[in-house]
């Protein structure tokens, strides 16, 4: 079963609207760490945002912000006033337990439009 | 400057060629992986290390060959017995730990096998 899933292969928005790039995750383990990242053409991973599962309040970085809805296993970014310089693809992970490898999921391209 | 460097960007080799993959960091790093994108797809792990002269098989492991003789070297073979080379490597490496230690991840090495 897939950990970490990304319905949305790809996202259309327009320049300075609001995007939400849907994730959800499975797991058991009750410590766990939700990420995102961004990968530009250029296929560098930059760190957006952290969420850990013990964490009470939703997480956010400048436009980034995630919205973390526990009970749903549902973690979705969330970018303000989007920039062309958004465009890329973004992935969700996912880390359980102590120093284990991130999980990926399969990624959202977004396109922002002018 | 700490950072993850990952050597050569583009790699080309014939079928049947053994190739390695360099990943050096300096940042201190206890933990290293190997990933492996293909177009349009997630990350996927191929292998992953916590501590020196001690590695363990990821997701897709077949094929790969790595070694962890120094804290900051993560080399990762690519053998003639890995089916389908061709393809996108990202190393990274990490804080062993919970919380929010993201990965760090080096530029990537394109790899094409023909």
């Known amino acids: 079963a897939q950990k970490i899933t990304q319905t949305q292969p790809g996202m259309f928005v327009q320049e300075k609207e609001a995007v939400t790039l849907d994730c959800t995750y499975d797991t058991s383990d009750p410590s766990y760490g939700l990420f995102w990242y961004k990968q530009p053409s250029s296929g560098e991973m930059i760190f957006l945002i952290y969420?850990?599962?013990?964490?009470?309040q939703n997480a956010t970085e400048g436009r980034y912000s995630l919205n973390f809805q526990k009970a749903r296993k549902s973690a979705n970014l969330v970018i303000s006033a989007s920039q062309l310089g958004d465009s890329a693809m973004y992935f969700c992970?996912?880390?359980?337990?102590?120093?284990?490898?991130?999980?990926f999921g399969k990624g959202t391209r977004l396109s922002v439009i002018a | 400057d700490g950072g993850i460097t990952q050597s050569p960007k583009y790699l080309f080799r014939k079928e049947g060629q053994n190739v390695t993959l360099s990943c050096e960091q300096n940042?201190?790093?206890?933990?290293m992986y190997w990933y492996r994108q293909d177009p349009g797809q997630g990350l996927r792990l191929i292998y992953y290390s916590q501590i020196v002269n001690d590695f363990q098989k990821g997701d897709i492991a077949e094929g790969y060959s790595v070694s962890r003789e120094k804290k900051e070297s993560f080399p990762l073979t690519v053998t003639s017995a890995q089916k389908n080379p061709t393809a996108f490597y990202l190393c990274a490496s990490s804080i062993v730990g919970t919380g929010p230690y993201e990965q760090y991840f080096g530029p990537g090495t394109r790899l094409t096998v023909t």
């Open positions: 969420q850990g599962s013990y964490d009470q």
């Open positions: 992970a996912m880390r359980e337990g102590l120093g284990t490898p991130l999980v």
């Open positions: 940042l201190n790093h206890d933990a």
